[in-house]
């Protein structure tokens, strides 16, 4: 049996359990947060008017303090349950929310097949959270943030008064292991090259490539997070490489590649520097015997322009 079948799946309010530990030996999921979170929002008929900082984010688990810390999430929520449209939205993904048994053991064995690949890999507790619609995923010193409500919606849920980019990157409970399992990657990343602050946009696109890459080759039975992108990727990988390395050594913050949250204004969709990275790594990995090995090496490596240059990417465009 994995150790990980019995991963704690805390859906009470243990609060003695939840200690900000930074790495543990076996990962906690914890669930608490998103029961709070509905608890305060019945409170008032009128959400906007809640004191989520008091009620909601003091109240919460450390993980939920440091994800309200780094999006302004108090704010966040006002400005987001102000909006009839994504009120409905929250309304309607609620009987979703909960039950992440399923989503904790699939991701567990990531964890465990990445510690097999890479016995660098350290573990982290995970905690599941409502956010504002800014972020499915972050990690802090407490562990991997993930915010449950980008994650929460079926079939029938009616998205159209949405933003494009919520319509786009909005999904179900079944790509939770992606996302939660994209997180845990980046807090095995090597970022120690002493030549590089990341803030190229090739740097920062190899950084969420490698952690799209690896993640789906931990769950190639699972949904994939960022699905879309490959879907327009792959019809357009030449325009997309000629665009990406005209501005690939620009600081990324200055370009439409990453986190931009719109579409963008040459045409391709918001975040594509995901799969340009994802492309990348995959050229790199080709250069191994083995995925695996190529796996290790990579989250091994903290020199980004290194993998780049040793993965002949570019040389496919000249041939």
Same mark, same amino acid.
Request: net charge negative; with cysteine.
């Given at each position: 049996?994995?150790?990980?079948?019995?991963?704690?799946?805390?859906?009470?309010?243990?609060?003695?359990?939840?200690?900000?530990?930074?790495?543990?030996?076996?990962?906690?999921?914890?669930?608490?947060?998103?029961?709070?979170?509905?608890?305060?929002?019945?409170?008032?008929?009128?959400?906007?008017?809640?004191?989520?900082?008091?009620?909601?984010?003091?109240?919460?688990?450390?993980?939920?303090?440091?994800?309200?810390?780094?999006?302004?999430?108090?704010?966040?929520?006002?400005?987001?349950?102000?909006?009839?449209?994504?009120?409905?939205?929250?309304?309607?993904?609620?009987?979703?929310?909960?039950?992440? !048994?399923?989503?904790?053991? &699939?991701? /567990?064995? $990531?964890?465990?097949?990445?510690?097999?690949?890479? %016995?660098?890999?350290? @573990?982290?507790?995970?905690?599941?959270?409502?956010?504002?619609?800014?972020?499915?995923?972050?990690?802090?010193?407490?562990?991997?943030?993930?915010?449950?409500?980008?994650?929460?919606?079926?079939?029938?849920?009616?998205?159209?008064?949405?933003?494009?980019?919520?319509?786009?990157?909005?999904?179900?409970?079944?790509?939770?292991?992606?996302?939660?399992?994209?997180?845990?990657?980046?807090?095995?990343?090597?970022?120690?090259?002493?030549?590089?602050?990341?803030?190229?946009? !090739?740097?920062?696109?190899? &950084?969420? /490539?490698? $952690?799209?890459?690896?993640?789906?080759?931990?769950? %190639?039975?699972?949904? @994939?997070?960022?699905?879309?992108?490959?879907?327009?990727?792959?019809?357009?990988?030449?325009?997309?490489?000629?665009?990406?390395?005209?501005?690939?050594?620009?600081?990324?913050?200055?370009?439409?590649?990453?986190?931009?949250?719109?579409?963008?204004?040459?045409?391709?969709?918001?975040?594509?520097?995901?799969?340009?990275?994802?492309?990348?790594?995959?050229?790199?990995?080709?250069?191994?015997?083995?995925?695996?090995?190529?796996?290790?090496?990579?989250?091994?490596?903290g020199n980004y322009v290194y993998l780049f240059e040793q993965s002949g990417y570019a040389d496919k465009f000249d041939?």
């Amino acid at each position: 049996m994995s150790r990980f079948f019995g991963l704690w799946l805390l859906l009470f309010f243990f609060i003695t359990c939840d200690k900000g530990l930074d790495e543990v030996s076996d990962p906690a999921f914890f669930t608490r947060d998103v029961d709070l979170f509905w608890q305060v929002y019945d409170s008032n008929e009128n959400p906007a008017d809640i004191d989520f900082q008091k009620l909601y984010i003091d109240k919460g688990s450390a993980g939920l303090k440091d994800y309200a810390t780094q999006k302004n999430l108090a704010a966040g929520l006002k400005n987001t349950l102000y909006q009839k449209a994504y009120r409905d939205y929250y309304d309607a993904i609620r009987p979703n929310t909960g039950n992440y !048994l399923q989503v904790a053991e &699939r991701s /567990g064995q $990531a964890f465990e097949t990445l510690k097999e690949i890479h %016995p660098a890999t350290k @573990f982290y507790n995970v905690y599941f959270m409502i956010g504002a619609m800014t972020s499915g995923g972050r990690i802090s010193k407490n562990g991997l943030l993930i915010a449950v409500e980008m994650f929460s919606r079926s079939d029938n849920t009616n998205v159209d008064n949405l933003s494009s980019w919520h319509r786009n990157v909005t999904r179900n409970k079944e790509y939770l292991p992606s996302i939660v399992v994209h997180e845990f990657i980046h807090m095995q990343q090597n970022f120690t090259s002493r030549n590089s602050r990341y803030t190229t946009l !090739l740097e920062q696109s190899i &950084r969420e /490539g490698m $952690a799209d890459f690896i993640s789906f080759y931990l769950l %190639p039975d699972q949904p @994939f997070m960022n699905d879309h992108l490959h879907q327009y990727g792959e019809e357009h990988e030449q325009e997309l490489w000629e665009l990406f390395s005209e501005q690939k050594d620009m600081n990324y913050k200055e370009t439409q590649w990453l986190y931009s949250g719109t579409e963008t204004s040459q045409g391709y969709p918001a975040d594509m520097g995901y799969y340009m990275g994802f492309k990348i790594l995959e050229s790199f990995a080709a250069t191994f015997e083995s995925t695996e090995s190529a796996i290790s090496a990579m989250l091994s490596n903290g020199n980004y322009v290194y993998l780049f240059e040793q993965s002949g990417y570019a040389d496919k465009f000249d041939e």
